[in-house]
């Protein structure tokens, strides 16, 4: 069959690398893809949200199944126009992805569903928003631009001054474009973040082993929020126990809940937690494989991704056994451009490759790159995702790092401490 991978990041260079493997996938296309998917699939100059091109391009090259990356084209509702013109595409609908797309509609569904999450008020302009900040009590807080922000529109806030700066920024100033249209203002939680993806046919969830990823810019959870510079899988503060209550708490009643209300789900699930003293709480909900956390997952899966992709188009998850994963754990270090999550420079030749890629245990997960004169150099603000195994996390770190050191471009940088949270539970 015939596989179209939409995306050109980390996460599509995993997804390219996974199905390459498998026996079921004749020729393998990604649009646009980047300098790493061409190493193992043909790279098709087409963006992510032109539908017209993509449903043609399916239909000129008898694409069996289109696999989508990023949440743009699921929010703008790529897989209602594949539906359409009978292309079978996994991902969930335009309705359904607005569990992602409108954190208002997430946090709304979250309250009637009696999901656990932080308390929380909306909010339609800045002036009300600063009304209530100033007459509530000068206490922590987290506000949100209700739409997509590449990840940044999310603004944790230590007091009241922060909180009323970052309405400002998202209201006023609108740093985030239509995504601040409406915010949310919701109560800061307290506790340790983990990430748990389930692939769902919207009958059946099959859940996957959790992650943590370190959202912020700088080592010690310090600095800007970004789209992620690290992940580890499996986290070890989620045990089974605390998984399965994640399922009967959160997954299965989100699902239910998105039935109930005519937006059966169907794709990745992707809950984003903070595990509180009361137990874990959603703070927010992505409708996709995250990345970096699917590099390390995709790294560990032994199963063939193929098959369960399939299976959840065909709404037959319920007859697969269950995924087999490699015993040991993985890390994954993001390389970044300097000045990433801010303005950065592009176009910097990126040396050290072929010698990483060497490394055993070690996968080089391209993310911003492109080739020019047949050179690999920097296209973006997260560069490379380095992810790789070890019998322990610590030496799973250990050798991702090793990696990290083999790789040079003029102002790459990373984060140090990726899975240094796990570290004490792991020896």
């Not at 790279?43 to 993509?54: M, Q």
């Not at 359409?84 to 359904?96: D, M, N, Q, T, V």
């Not at 631009?145 to 998202?170: H, P, Q």
């Not at 059946?204 to 510079?229: C, E, F, S, W, Y």
Request: with cysteine; charged share 25%; proline share 6%.
């Amino acid at each position: 069959m015939n596989v179209l991978i939409i995306g050109n990041g980390g996460r599509e260079h995993a997804l390219a690398w996974k199905l390459k493997q498998s026996p079921l996938v004749k020729r393998l296309f990604v649009a646009p893809g980047n300098a790493g998917t061409a190493l193992v699939a043909e790279n098709v100059d087409i963006s992510p949200t032109d539908f017209p091109r993509l449903i043609k391009f399916a239909k000129q090259n008898d694409i069996g199944l289109t696999v989508v990356g990023p949440e743009a084209p699921l929010t703008l509702g790529i897989v209602d126009a594949f539906n359409a013109e009978k292309l079978r595409i996994f991902g969930p609908s335009k309705a359904a992805a607005e569990l992602e797309g409108s954190k208002v509609f997430c946090k709304n569904l979250l309250r009637h569903a009696d999901v656990p999450t932080g308390d929380y008020r909306v909010f339609r302009n800045a002036d009300s928003a600063i009304t209530f900040l100033k007459d509530r009590e000068d206490v922590p807080v987290v506000v949100k631009a209700d739409g997509l922000a590449a990840g940044k529109g999310v603004i944790v806030c230590a007091g009241r001054a922060e909180a009323l700066d970052a309405v400002d920024r998202i209201a006023r100033q609108r740093e985030f474009g239509a995504a601040g249209d409406q915010l949310v203002i919701e109560e800061r939680l307290d506790g340790e973040e983990a990430s748990v993806l389930a692939i769902t046919d919207g009958q059946t969830i099959v859940t996957l082993p959790a992650t943590q990823d370190h959202k912020r810019a700088h080592d010690g959870d310090t600095g800007p929020n970004t789209g992620g510079m690290g992940a580890y899988c499996p986290a070890p503060l989620v045990d089974d126990e605390m998984l399965h209550r994640i399922e009967e708490h959160v997954l299965v009643p989100t699902v239910h809940a998105m039935k109930r209300s005519r937006r059966p789900f169907q794709g990745v699930l992707y809950a984003g937690l903070m595990l509180t003293n009361q137990g874990a709480k959603v703070l927010e909900y992505n409708v996709r494989f995250g990345d970096p956390e699917c590099q390390p997952l995709l790294l560990r899966l032994k199963t063939d991704l193929m098959e369960v992709l399939l299976a959840t188009t065909e709404r037959r998850l319920d007859e697969l056994p269950p995924l087999e994963w490699d015993p040991r754990p993985a890390v994954c270090v993001v390389m970044a451009s300097e000045g990433y999550p801010g303005k950065y420079a592009r176009h910097k030749p990126i040396r050290g490759l072929d010698e990483a890629a060497r490394l055993p245990d070690v996968q080089v997960f391209h993310a911003g790159t492109t080739v020019r004169d047949g050179q690999v150099v920097t296209d973006g603000g997260r560069v490379l995702a380095v992810t790789a195994l070890g019998t322990t996390i610590p030496a799973a770190k250990l050798n991702a790092y090793t990696a990290v050191k083999a790789i040079r471009w003029d102002g790459a940088w990373c984060r140090k401490d990726i899975s240094d949270k796990a570290l004490w539970k792991s020896r």
